[in-house]
């Protein structure tokens, strides 16, 4: 055995592999204080496969022939709204009395479900495109409302059934929100028909839209046909901003327009300038992902670590409490799930849950302070959302555990609450309580089952395609580049955090002969190495991984370490 000393590192030469032991990172943590008060190894400890709960939903759930009461979930559309070609719809919750092809036509059912199964499948790497002889990417055309003149994508393909369910045309984030999912849809497929020119009319409206409302989002809608900003009894919602610069950001590294540039960072001032916590419903880890990013790659000064307060801390106003719940109920930890903080105690939901880690994780790659927070964060979020599910969650927690079998094992509870929701019922529950709101969508004829979440859970594949198991339990492999859409050509990175109060070794594979580079003691650990590699990670801290293929030549520009015309490091210059 050889030991050398180099560069802060102690390296053990065995046969080809090295082990190593790193030495304090350079760059120093900053803590979210909503993430201190979550454990640091959440109880009880169970990583499930998501990838392959993301698989199973979409083999499960896309099936027009599924028998059982309440199956199957999704059916046709032909009342061709918008684009001249039929729609599949998707339950919202199962068996909504509104949905399915007997009901309004058939014409009820929402982007966020349907969209959010399409990039979930996409994520984990099925085609939809052409699955089985049917392209459900083309479909989504039929939400970007062009009879109405709107000319965005939106929950509904028509107001006719646009007051059954929430948002559309009074609620800021529904109508948003379609257009964040629709631009990451759009990365996946950018040879689908009509797909530039929907992107592009998109990027017009939001553009137009953020010059009317000249750094003021205070409203609870914007009229996208009639161009003009509205409140109604609905909260105002200053966070729409981050939705505006997000999707205003994505269309300018689509398309190099500089104007969309300038939309993004004017929404982005305007969100920056709030003076309290905006949060509403789930575009604020957009606008702090994109404070980060902007920040690395445009030279902006957002304030990051005010951003992800706002995210993390439960202080909203006008959405009283919302953010991420930290706490262990009963003996069950429910930390990192994201919804109200005050509602009964607490009231959290998966859709929320899932939604966050999109762009709360690749925002590491761009402000590495934070992934110990954010590692942390995701070890509990992923955790606890197994709990969503009747199979997972102890029958004396669960409202409805005698129908589990409808849900096929791959549809969740809505939400899970400290204290039942529901005023007549389920009160003798002990927290945590899986349950959700179907049934008060239409009260006395919604059945019990509804409270079962076909939207939330389709949104799975997020979780999917970032959350790796190591061989150390409790130890995640979380994927940077996965959600990390429209960013610059980046090399293969990872984020691990370490939960323990001890340092532990862990095993790294390479795919092909790399240099690692550890963005957080930025230093190179290793060369020219396609053998396993071990490497430490501190106690109760966290690593990142970067895999540069063998031999390329490094450069520093603008304080960024650079290879292959690519950054591995944009924030270079801390020594």
């Known amino acids: 055995m050889k030991s050398i000393l180099k560069s802060g590192f102690l390296f053990l030469l065995i046969s080809s592999h090295f082990i190593f032991i790193s030495a304090k990172a350079q760059v120093k943590q900053v803590p979210i204080a909503r993430v201190e008060e979550m454990a640091n190894l959440p109880q009880p400890l169970k990583i499930i496969d998501w990838r392959q709960m993301a698989l199973r939903f979409d083999s499960v759930v896309y099936d027009f022939k599924a028998t059982g009461q309440y199956w199957p979930l999704v059916w046709m559309d032909s009342t061709r709204k918008n684009f001249d070609q039929p729609v599949m719809g998707m339950y919202t919750a199962i068996g909504d009395v509104r949905q399915g092809p007997a009901h309004n036509k058939g014409m009820f059912h929402e982007a966020l479900a349907n969209m959010g199964a399409v990039l979930g499948a996409s994520l984990v790497g099925i085609d939809k495109s052409n699955q089985e002889g049917l392209n459900y990417v083309a479909m989504l055309k039929n939400y970007f409302n062009s009879d109405t003149g709107w000319d965005i994508m939106m929950n509904n393909t028509a107001p006719e059934v646009a007051l059954l369910g929430g948002g ?27 797909f530039d020119l929907i992107a592009k009319k998109i990027a017009e409206k939001f553009f137009k839209a953020d010059s009317i409302l000249n750094g003021n989002y205070h409203y609870s809608y914007f009229d996208y046909g009639a161009m003009q900003p509205k409140t109604n009894t609905i909260c105002l919602q200053p966070d729409a901003a981050a939705g505006h610069a997000y999707v205003l950001y994505a269309a300018y590294k689509k398309f190099g327009d500089p104007r969309y540039l300038k939309g993004a960072i004017t929404a982005m001032k305007a969100l920056d300038q709030e003076k309290i916590n905006p949060t509403y419903e789930l575009l604020m880890p957009f606008g702090a992902y994109l404070a980060a990013r902007m920040n690395a790659e445009e030279g902006t000064n957002f304030d990051v670590s005010k951003m992800l307060g706002w995210t993390f801390s439960g202080t909203a106003i006008c959405r009283e409490g919302w953010g991420f719940l930290a706490g262990n109920w009963n003996g069950i930890d429910i930390s990192g799930t994201v919804g109200s903080t005050v509602d009964h105690g607490g009231y959290s939901f998966l859709m929320n849950t899932f939604d966050a880690a999109w762009p709360l994780v690749p925002l590491v790659k761009y402000q590495p302070e934070y992934a110990t ?70 009260p006395g004829k919604n059945p019990e089952v509804s409270q079962f979440s076909v939207y939330g859970s389709g949104h799975v594949g997020i979780f999917g395609s970032i959350v790796q198991e190591t061989e150390v339990e409790g130890i995640l492999q979380l994927d940077l580049n996965a959600t990390d859409f429209y960013a610059a050509k980046s090399f293969p990175s990872w984020l691990f955090y370490n939960p323990y109060p001890i340092d532990k070794t862990l095993s790294f594979k390479p795919s092909e002969k790399v240099d690692i580079y550890n963005l957080l003691t930025q230093k190179f650990i290793a060369r020219n190495v396609s053998d396993s590699v071990q490497f430490s990670i501190p106690a109760l801290q966290s690593t990142i991984l970067l895999a540069i293929p063998a031999g390329q030549k490094t450069r520093v520009r603008n304080n960024q370490l650079q290879a292959a015309g690519s950054v591995i490091d944009y924030h270079y210059h801390r020594k």
Not at 169 to 193: C, H, M, Q, S
Not at 387 to 402: A, I, S
Not at 406 to 417: C, F, R, S
């Open 168 to 194: 559309y045309g009074r609620d800021w984030w529904y109508d948003v929100y379609p257009n964040v999912l629709f631009y990451a849809i759009y990365e996946k497929y950018p040879a689908t028909a009509d």
């Open 373 to 442: 927070a954010i590692g942390k964060w995701m070890l509990n979020a992923v955790n606890a959302s197994r709990f969503f599910y009747p199979q997972y969650m102890p029958v004396e927690h669960q409202t409805l555990p005698e129908l589990a079998e409808v849900t096929k094992g791959v549809i969740a509870y809505e939400g899970l609450a400290k204290a039942s929701t529901f005023e007549d019922r389920y009160l003798s529950l002990k927290a945590p309580v899986a349950q959700g709101d179907g049934p008060k969508w239409v």
